[in-house]
């Protein structure tokens, strides 16, 4: 166990946005602070230097969490894991419900260790292939004109978002690697202010940047339903409830998958993935035995498969 001090409190800190990265609200408070360096920021937020890697999806460092703000801010941890990480996807590998990690319901004191999150994250491959810090330039503007800066969101950096599932416009990629966010703040209004939007290329676990410009339809859906999925999946119940819809969804799926052999040429190819060797099995019995089957599947596939059997992402999850 890491023996960690226990930082003072912080003068001030910044409220995080709607769908705001824990990271992205550490940055603003390194640029209000008007500290010279990273190193100075980061001894002050953690008590030790750490990266700060984890904090851009994870429910990283959330033991320093009192010494940030107040009790009676509401702004718990429970409140940040909802809103400030991407750690409710996890429920796509592991259906127990993060409030696991509150006994007795006391969201001030969470019990996590590293393991807990790091595993079922990388086995979901969560993170945007890239591995560069991604952003909505519509939703950056939009943030501009509402709160006078833009921030880093978490939808953006997450595998299978490449279009904004609210403007609809393509994800840009920034010059700014993982590794660059060790030990360093890249406050996104500093960061977007100065890049030129650029979309290049990359290769998925199963999809090619080019096919994003290909089916743009399919891939809007797939950023709808990755988004629902992060604010509602937990809630749902997690992998089940998604192992029920796709069950419900079957028949019409099937028809609608079929009627778009063309597309499923173009994007796989020879070598298509697990799931689409179950859409065009012939096989009577499709679920019985591929049941578990889904539960391996990553967040962009369970995105793709949401969108393949459905019109729209919201008619799968409200129909
Ligand atoms: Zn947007």
Redesign the pocket.
Known sequence: MRAYNNPNRLPFFPTPYPGESLYSVLCRYHVRSGNATNRKTILQLFGVFGSLCSTLLLPSMLNCLKSWVDAESGINAEYIFRNNTAYSLCTLRNYHDYYRFFPNGDFSVPTFSKKDYCWPFRQCLIRHPSNKLRY?????A?QKKLYGEAYW?IL?QLDGVEY??????R?ATTAIGSRDLLYTFHPADIVIDSTTPSYPDYKSTWYHSSHTVLFPELFVNMGKAISHLRDHLSSYGGIWFLLNKYRYSYEIGNRFWQSKENEREKLFGNSPPSLVCWLTNKNNDPFERKYLYFSDFTLSEHAMMISMLSSSAKTFFTE
């Open positions: 909505c330039p519509a939703c950056a939009v969101q953006p904004c599932p609210i403007h609809q416009t994800i």
